[in-house]
């Protein structure tokens, strides 16, 4: 079911950077809808992270910021810390009037 | 403060059926789109069914289809999931999940609950 694809996982360093891929399509993000991203830590429910492309909402540390360009979009992680370490999708809305996930990306912090 | 609570998940046998439910408190009920998302196993989120407002506009997922049945009561602030003919493939975790369409650039889902785990196996 998810039209959006992420890598399955990327890992860093503390204190690097990682990225996070989320690739649609013109019938979703590039029909310019937003896109939104989810954490989920070991054993929780997904928790929203970003939404509407790079806007955090409360108590979501700064280190954390999104992008959207033409039918993809990014999740960066600047200063990675051992508690960034979960599971992370994005979500967007598709022309077929229906709210689409991403497949999911694990970060690993080494 | 905004809570989900499901309820009503449990071992069950192929073939049978279950009933999820999901309490909602801290914000009106009634005027928010709401969701059923699963995660299977170390799987990813899957988006199985959803109700608009007042129960005009339903979706359900390909997989779910003819099987499960979405229902809210506006009243009671509650949202279920009347889920029949349920296949090994059904097993999951449920979450309960607010759907916020903020404008026309598309919706997010900004609240969800701890979620309950559904098991079919013999």
């Known amino acids: 079911q998810p039209v959006l694809t992420q890598p399955p996982s990327v890992s860093g360093a503390p204190g690097q950077t990682v990225t996070i891929s989320c690739t649609g399509s013109s019938s979703n993000i590039g029909a310019d809808y937003d896109v939104h991203w989810y954490q989920q830590l070991p054993g929780t429910a997904p928790k929203l992270l970003i939404s509407s492309n790079n806007n955090r909402p409360s108590g979501v540390p700064d280190r954390f910021s999104g992008s959207k360009s033409g039918t993809s979009a990014s999740l960066a992680i600047t200063g990675l810390q051992a508690e960034d370490e979960a599971d992370y999708y994005c979500q967007s809305y598709d022309t077929s009037l229906s709210a689409v996930f991403g497949t999911g990306t694990k970060v690993t912090v080494l | 403060e905004v809570q989900l609570v499901e309820s009503g998940g449990g071992l069950v046998r192929p073939g049978g059926s279950l009933r999820l439910s999901c309490a909602a408190s801290?914000?009106?009920?009634?005027?928010?789109?709401m969701n059923w998302v699963r995660q299977a196993p170390g799987k990813g989120l899957e988006r199985v069914s959803s109700?608009?407002?007042?129960?005009?506009?339903?979706f359900y997922a390909d997989s779910v289809q003819g099987r499960f049945t979405i229902s809210r009561d506006n009243a009671n602030n509650s949202l279920y999931l009347q889920m029949n003919s349920l296949r090994a493939e059904d097993t999951a975790m449920y979450y309960c999940?607010?759907?916020?369409?903020?404008?026309?650039?598309?919706?997010?889902?900004?609240?969800w609950g701890q979620g309950t785990l559904v098991t079919v196996a013999s």
């Open positions: 999940v607010r759907e916020n369409y903020y404008d026309s650039s598309g919706s997010l889902f900004d609240y």
């Open positions: 109700i608009t407002i007042a129960g005009t506009y339903i």
């Open positions: 801290g914000f009106s009920f009634s005027s928010y789109s």
